[in-house]
């Protein structure tokens, strides 16, 4: 992988072609990632390279994906869309087949949470059904609600795990404004389609 911070730096695995154009030739397994454009300038921002400060921030975690894995391709993506306010745009080339990781940080979902999607969701339309039992804050709950829903501290150990995917965008509560009014009003949540995509990696045993 090829990284540049410079002006002009978008010329980089480019070759002379017909008419005066610029094609890009990049050997297999080579990925090029530039602050801008052939024909920008890099800006600079307190001392160093605008691009370079949030590159670092996104191999610093920013860019990772729920299982923590930082790729070229992601860290394009958050550079390019930190970048959006400003003229500058980075330049992404690749020859590849497969993306490697470039460092792996702490996943925002635990990997064994996520393990545990397809137990949560026996197919990606399943509809989780939740009560006030799920809930272990009780205090806008009414006696006779209480009553009838005890607390379950297995119920409270699943809905902590769903809450967590909750966040993350992997799960979402369905005619409810939050995981919380789900459970108070005997709702149910569903996976999203990220949510469905991690499932499928968990059922696969990719996780």
């Known amino acids: 992988m090829i990284i540049l911070d410079s002006c002009h730096s978008g010329h980089a695995g480019e070759i002379p072609s017909l008419g005066n154009q610029a094609i890009a030739a990049i050997g297999d397994g080579v990925t090029i990632l530039t602050a801008c454009h052939r024909e920008q300038t890099a800006a600079e921002e307190n001392g160093q390279g605008l691009f370079t400060g ?3 921030d996104g191999l610093n975690g920013s860019s990772a994906d729920i299982c923590g894995r930082i790729t070229p391709a992601s860290v394009y993506s958050h ?3 930190t970048l959006g306010p400003w003229e500058q745009r980075p330049i992404y080339k690749a020859n ?3 993306f490697v990781t470039l460092r792996e940080v702490s996943p925002r979902v635990p990997r064994e949470v996520l393990r545990r999607l397809p137990n949560y969701f026996p197919d990606a339309a399943y509809t989780f059904p939740l009560d006030p039992s ?6 806008g709950m009414s006696v006779e609600m209480k009553e009838k829903f005890p607390p379950n501290e297995g119920h409270q150990r699943v809905f902590a795990e769903l809450q967590q995917c909750n966040r993350h965008g992997l799960v979402m509560p369905v005619d409810a404004l939050h995981m919380y009014h789900a459970a108070l009003e005997s709702k149910v949540c ?3 389609a990220l949510g469905a995509h991690y499932r499928r990696l968990a059922e696969l045993n990719r996780i």
């Open 190 to 192: 569903k996976l999203t």
């Open 96 to 98: 590849v087949q497969t």
């Open 54 to 56: 949030i590159l670092l």
């Open 79 to 81: 550079v390019d869309q």
């Open 134 to 139: 799920y809930e272990p804050d009780r205090s």
